[in-house]
Structure formats: structure tokens, C-alpha cells
């Protein structure tokens, strides 16, 4: 099993819609989580980053943790064209010798497409 | 620069070759970290530098990969007799000292092992 799960999709939505992107995990050391967005032959470009349970908000995103569930999630409201990318949810534990640092699980990546 | 540079940016070579991808990061930043994403999957992990140093390598498969960063800035990722198992985007990022937050990618280099 990986330690990181997400639902590769493809999710094809209308303009306008909003959109829910989730992913599980089994780490429970895992304590920072990020969203990235991936556009075609480009490198992930981060979207939202968040290290505690609740939800942050930014804009049309918003990004959803739930520690006790091991569930993270993403919503982008008001879905629009440009928003179609592969969408990866991407976690970490603390650094060694306390730092910051550390590498990054990837999730899969769910590929997103909004409509006109 | 203005963001984490990488070259080439599309390699073909042969099977049993040996290449060499070039990883430049944002000016300033003392992490530096190396990924690998196979089609259709998210990145994983091969190794990340604080500085000059290989603080974590434990991602890299096999002793034909191999990394350095001799001065601290720009990291050169080595793949001695390549497979077509080896064929995938490599990524590269950076971050600042200290950093709390996610890494800056650069664009990837597409090797293609034929």
C-alpha cells in the first residue's frame, strides 16, 4: 500500500463548477500538507500549503485537512478553463535533526479538465 | 535566475549510455532536491542536498544513480549504464534556508532511454 492515495481521475467538470480533489494517507508522521498544479510538460507549481487540521482558504481554493481521518482535501470553486492541470497532493514529516526540510510523498495526481 | 533552471530540457540516449542531467536553483537557496515521475504517476523522491552535502539519498534506486553539488548552488544528476526502465521526467527543486513551505520545481528534463 502507498503511503499516499489519491484518485487518479480523469474529472471532467463544466465551467463554473466546483471541484473536490481528496487524498488519503497512512503516515501519521506526515505533518505538512500542499497542493500542487501541474500543467503539461511543466514542473508541480505550489498552490496551497497548510500543517495543521481545518481549512485554509485562498481565493477560489481551499484546502481541507483532517488528521484524525488522514484525509486532505481540495475545492476549487468557480472552476474555470484554466484551472485544467493534473492536480498532486503532496505531504511531509519533520526534517531531520529538527529542521524544516525533508523530502516530499506524492500523491498520484488527479488529472482535472473544466469545459467551457 | 528567477526560477529553478534545468538542462536539457529532452534527452534521448542509447541503452548502457551514460548521461548527465544539470540542475541550476533559485540563487540563495541551500536545499536542493531531486524527483523522478514516470508517466502517469506523481514525483518521487530520489535525493535532497543541504548545501554541499547528500543529507538524504535514500530514494535513489540503484548505485548507477549518483548525485553532486560540489559548490552548493548547481547539482548534476549522473546515470551511469542507462536502462529503459530509467526513462521518466527528472525534476529538480530548491528552497530556502529555514523554509516552512513547499519547493519551487523547475520544468523537468524527459529522458528517453532507447
Known amino acids: 500500500q502507498k503511503e499516499v492515495e489519491q484518485d487518479p481521475g480523469p474529472l471532467s467538470v463544466p465551467e463554473g463548477a466546483i471541484v473536490s480533489l481528496n487524498c488519503t494517507y497512512s503516515?501519521?508522521?506526515?505533518?505538512?500538507f500542499m497542493w500542487y498544479r501541474q500543467y503539461s510538460r511543466k514542473g508541480p507549481e505550489l498552490l496551497m500549503y497548510?500543517?495543521?487540521?481545518g481549512n485554509k482558504e485562498d481565493g477560489r481554493f481551499t484546502a481541507q485537512v483532517d488528521k484524525s481521518s488522514k484525509y486532505i482535501s481540495l475545492f476549487i470553486r468557480d472552476s474555470q478553463p484554466s484551472d485544467s492541470a493534473t492536480y498532486l497532493c503532496?505531504?511531509?514529516?519533520?526534517?531531520?535533526?529538527?529542521?524544516?526540510?525533508?523530502?516530499?510523498?506524492f500523491g498520484q495526481g488527479t488529472i482535472l479538465t473544466v469545459h467551457p | 535566475g528567477a526560477g529553478v533552471s534545468q538542462t536539457p530540457s529532452n534527452k534521448v540516449t542509447e541503452k548502457g549510455k551514460y548521461v548527465e542531467l544539470r540542475c541550476d536553483p533559485i540563487s540563495g537557496h541551500t536545499a536542493l532536491y531531486w524527483y523522478r515521475q514516470s508517466l502517469g504517476q506523481g514525483p518521487e523522491f530520489l535525493i535532497y542536498f543541504q548545501g554541499t552535502g547528500a543529507a538524504d539519498d535514500s530514494g535513489l534506486p540503484n548505485d548507477r544513480f549518483f548525485a553532486v553539488r560540489p559548490e552548493g548552488s548547481v547539482s548534476t544528476l549522473k546515470i551511469q549504464r542507462t536502462e529503459r526502465g530509467d526513462s521518466a521526467v527528472y525534476l529538480c527543486?530548491?528552497?530556502?534556508?529555514?523554509?516552512?513551505?513547499?519547493?519551487?520545481f523547475g520544468s523537468g528534463t524527459r529522458l528517453t532511454v532507447v
Open positions: 503516515n501519521s508522521a506526515f505533518q505538512y
Open positions: 497548510t500543517y495543521s487540521s
Open positions: 527543486a530548491s528552497s530556502p534556508q529555514g523554509s516552512d513551505y513547499g519547493y519551487t
Open positions: 503532496a505531504m511531509k514529516g519533520p526534517g531531520a535533526g529538527g529542521t524544516s526540510y525533508g523530502k516530499l510523498t
